[in-house]
């Protein structure tokens, strides 16, 4: 500054002065984050944080990072997906960002490097893309809330709070989604030898495995099995209820989820339902089959004894979550493994049959007789005689009537058609009548030429 007086000496007209001016640091920091508008539970989704410097100055890497810092606390069961580097993870723009994670308190932070690396000069933008899992188990129309901010550290200043923080543009309603699959599989207990396929004798048990499960990505709600006992055969006794324990993610062990099968005995029908798991961790509703859970029911039923050969046994099992009430179903993106192919079990008729023989004379009569137990002579070596013919060594009055007395059984397992006995008589008798005296079954009797059948 210069200034002029009257005293004609221009050696004093000036003089000096010095003014000191502060420069501080004001940047606008805007951030935005953006989320799908919708997500089906179990999925994984991308959340997208873009942070532009308004200005007027440059945000200055610091003696330690983060002057610049980006925090997003994700909403409860929402959790990064590690390792936490591309592709789950991508930072793009100037500052030299890193990201961190903290499961405590569930929350992502990301801050700027520190010293020149670190400045985020006017007029910049930084894009972080964070991918993240949902947890399987989000009800449906479920909407996920996440809200990120930006800030600085002194001496770094921004001017303008209202637009730190982002939450409208990244709110996200949940979807359900739940593949169900059952498969079934049948074997003869005891399978007839040398049949292929195995094959079950009539009046013997077929075993039958049902496996089910839930191949997600979501908890699948009101979920019932459902089997019907084939015709011709019956469920074995005892065998039900039984409870199934399922297994899969975290509930293992101690932490199975119960699934209980009932029979209606007027019906036929077997159905299971997940039930009792409100003390799990995670807890369960009656109903819910967690996502990747799966389960084997295994009963079996035996076969009526009078089916004839040749009769094939088919069944089928279905699953299916369905609308219960004001809850609706979990839908199913493949409908067509959620009935098992239909089983087929041949039949073949097949049984044990015995006979044994007494003979009861006018001698024997008195001293036996109910003429019980076995009667016959030893062969020369001291075996029985041949199987199904008796030898008898019964004394007899010539003269006299001589009763054969034959027991014929069925041992099983299956019903028997068209059984015919034989008996040719001895020389020196002569028939005289056949006639049946008990059992459960009606044979008609007739000789010829000394052959009674």
């Not at 980006?70 to 959790?79: H, K, Q, R, S, Y």
């Not at 359900?176 to 079950?200: C, E, H, R, W, Y």
């Not at 019932?224 to 975290?250: E, R, Y």
Request: charge should be negative; charged fraction near 10%; include cysteine.
């Amino acid at each position: 500054m210069t200034w002029t007086d009257g005293d004609g000496n221009p050696n004093n007209d000036t003089a000096s002065s010095t003014n000191n001016t502060t420069v501080v640091h004001e940047s606008d920091l805007k951030l935005k984050k953006v989320a799908p508008s919708e997500v089906i539970a179990g999925q994984r989704m991308d959340y997208t944080i873009t942070v532009n410097n308004m200005g007027p100055s440059d945000v200055l890497g610091g003696a330690q990072p983060g002057t610049l810092m980006v925090m997003d606390t994700l909403p409860a069961g929402v959790t990064p997906v590690m390792p936490m580097t591309a592709p789950n993870l991508t930072i793009a723009g100037p500052g030299g960002v890193t990201c961190s994670y903290d499961s405590n308190t569930n929350k992502v932070t990301c801050v700027n490097a520190a010293g020149t690396p670190g400045n985020f000069p006017i007029g910049s933008q930084l894009t972080i893309i964070l991918k993240v899992q949902t947890p399987s188990n989000l009800q449906e129309g479920t909407n996920i809330v996440n809200c990120a901010n930006v800030s600085v550290t002194a001496p770094e200043f921004d001017p303008v709070s209202g637009n730190n923080e982002s939450c409208a543009a990244a709110s996200t309603v949940v979807r359900t989604s739940a593949d169900l699959t059952v498969g079934k599989t049948a074997a003869p207990v005891s399978p007839v030898p040398g049949s292929n396929p195995p094959a079950v004798r009539a009046g013997e048990n077929i075993r039958y495995t049902i496996t089910f499960g839930n191949a997600g990505p979501s908890d699948a709600v009101n979920v019932k099995i459902t089997d019907n006992v084939p015709g011709n055969t019956s469920a074995v006794a005892g065998q039900f209820p039984i409870t199934v324990l399922a297994t899969g993610g975290v509930y293992t062990g101690g932490n199975a989820v119960k699934v209980v099968c009932s029979l209606d005995a007027t019906t036929n029908k077997i159905s299971c339902m997940p039930m009792g798991n409100t003390g799990l961790n995670p807890t369960l509703a009656d109903g819910v089959l967690p996502a990747q859970v799966t389960g084997q029911l295994v009963f079996d039923v035996t076969v009526n004894a009078s089916v004839t050969g040749g009769t094939i046994i088919g069944n089928g099992a279905n699953i299916a979550s369905a609308p219960n009430g004001s809850i609706p179903g979990t839908s199913d993106p493949n409908s067509g493994n959620n009935t098992s192919l239909t089983t087929s079990t041949p039949v073949i008729s097949g049984s044990l049959l015995s006979i044994t023989k007494v003979v009861q004379s006018a001698v024997t009569v008195a001293s036996n007789p109910n003429q019980t137990g076995p009667v016959g002579a030893t062969s020369p070596t001291g075996t029985l005689a041949v199987p199904g013919v008796a030898n008898t060594g019964t004394a007899v009055l010539p003269g006299t009537q001589l009763t054969y007395r034959l027991l014929v059984t069925n041992n099983g397992p299956s019903d028997i058609v068209n059984v015919q006995v034989s008996d040719t008589l001895p020389s020196n008798v002569t028939y005289v009548s056949a006639n049946q005296s008990g059992g459960n079954a009606t044979f008609t009797c007739f000789n010829t030429g000394g052959a009674v059948t």
